[in-house]
């Protein structure tokens, strides 16, 4: 099975480094250019399944990328990390009253915790297996897809600061040897060309 990770275009909060999860925003000028620069560089006539949070920012990257409703399946699996309390605000606000505080390894109040994010995501994966598709395309968020990866490859959440991913974004999870192994990583339509 490989999984095709797109993290969705840019919007206002992305840009600003604002953590964004139930907050339903569009997608800004140059998320809408992003979103668009993927149609045709999606190989969708190879994937079984199309799945996408079901937040605005997500579907619209994929309306843009060429991918239509009726073949759009959508779940809450996907969806960013909730933040609780931290909504809307930069790590840098956040760090003002918690010093230390990173989403990967600190307490989100009246947000989820690593864990039920990775319970959530090993769900999508167990879902995945179990229905036994070969290609998958999946359009969520920036946390929330390096969490998924995180929890494929089996790595400690502490490391997700490791693994930037940009908006507009490409990767792609698999098997390699027997092994889940992350097989491209954070690809934009410039690397695209090269």
């Given at each position: ?53 079901p937040r605005l920012r997500a579907r619209r990257t994929a309306d843009l990328a060429g991918i239509g ?126």
């Amino acid at each position: 099975m490989e999984i095709h990770l797109v993290r969705h275009g840019e919007t206002e909060w992305s840009a600003n480094g604002r953590h964004t999860s139930i907050t339903d925003l569009d997608l800004t000028e140059r998320g809408v250019a992003q979103a668009r620069a993927l149609h045709g560089r999606l190989d969708l006539a190879k994937m079984d399944l199309v799945l996408s949070s079901p937040r605005l920012r997500a579907r619209r990257t994929a309306d843009l990328a060429g991918i239509g409703e009726d073949r759009l399946e959508f779940t809450e699996e996907l969806a960013e990390w909730s933040y609780g309390q931290y909504e809307g605000l930069t790590s840098d606000q956040i760090r003002q009253s918690d010093p230390d505080w990173t989403i990967w390894t600190g307490h989100t109040p009246g947000g989820e915790t690593a864990e039920q994010v990775t319970n959530r995501l090993q769900s999508l994966i167990d879902r995945l297996r179990q229905r036994e598709v070969e290609q998958v395309l999946c359009f969520a968020h920036g946390h929330s897809l390096r969490a998924l990866t995180l929890t494929w490859l089996g790595l400690d959440f502490a490391v997700g600061e490791q693994f930037p991913l940009d908006t507009g974004s490409v990767s792609v999870l698999g098997d390699h040897k027997d092994q889940q192994s992350l097989l491209s990583w954070n690809v934009g339509v410039a690397d695209a060309d090269r």
